[in-house]
């Protein structure tokens, strides 16, 4: 079975720093997206980027960007200049690419403060 | 363009009773899936319908269902509340597409409290 572990229950940053939340992953699936979702005090998930694991690319949106490493099962989300509104739950979620389904596998996630 | 709507977004409930929650997808979205959070199980999986038909569930009791109408509107309902099943209830629609191919956007959330 498919499982996602972030390690980090809470992390903080100071306002303008970086920031890096690590994920790990278990899989024996070669072909799968990787993904990166914000849950603010809202509680409304917003997907903040997606790596396909065939992309040998690692996927960057804006001052979001992510470390993939499918041998390790590793992806890491790094965020750059960080602002007041990254605060935030970040979850990492798995999807089988080759299942006729879009069920998504999360992490348990970590809460992001923002020190201004 | 509208996003995802669920209603209602709070509900509190007594054990034993039903309930009944409601999704409407983005317009063109024929995938609709449900997820529970919870503090000490996180978020899992429910069930996904597509075209209404279940097209996959996750581990729960028989105790939660769900079906999707032909506007592609998803209802679940759990019956015979427990105080465990008191949880934030997201839904999340997208395209159609499979295996994460299109992006899933997701609706504020249910949230049940059963008392």
């Known amino acids: 079975a498919q499982t996602v572990t972030q390690s980090q229950p809470e992390m903080s940053v100071q306002e303008a720093e970086t920031v890096t939340l690590s994920c790990t992953y278990d899989t024996s699936e070669s072909d799968y997206y990787l993904f990166w979702y914000k849950q603010p005090p809202s509680r409304q998930m917003i997907l903040v980027i997606r790596?396909?694991?065939?992309?040998?690319q690692n996927a960057t949106e804006n001052r979001f960007s992510v470390n993939f490493q499918k041998a390790a099962k590793s992806f890491s989300l790094k965020i750059s200049d960080s602002q007041l509104g990254d605060a935030a739950m970040y979850f990492c979620?798995?999807?089988?690419?080759?299942?006729?389904?879009?069920?998504?596998?999360f992490g348990t996630g970590t809460l992001l403060a923002v020190q201004p | 363009k509208a996003g995802v709507t669920q209603t209602p977004r709070y509900l509190i409930k007594t054990r034993g009773q039903q309930v009944t929650l409601s999704c409407s997808p983005i317009s063109g979205h024929r995938s609709v899936s449900w997820y529970q959070q919870t503090p000490g199980q996180g978020l899992q999986f429910l069930f996904e319908y597509f075209s209404e038909t279940q097209r996959n569930k996750g581990n729960f009791p028989g105790r939660f269902s769900g079906r999707q109408f032909s506007n592609s509107r998803s209802e679940m309902n759990v019956s015979t509340l427990e105080l465990g099943d008191s949880a934030l209830y997201l839904c999340a629609s997208s395209f159609g597409g499979t295996g994460g191919r299109t992006e899933a956007f997701f609706g504020q959330g249910t949230r049940l409290t059963v008392v």
């Open positions: 979620a798995y999807c089988y690419y080759g299942g006729a389904t879009n069920k998504l596998i």
């Open positions: 790596q396909e694991a065939y992309k040998q």
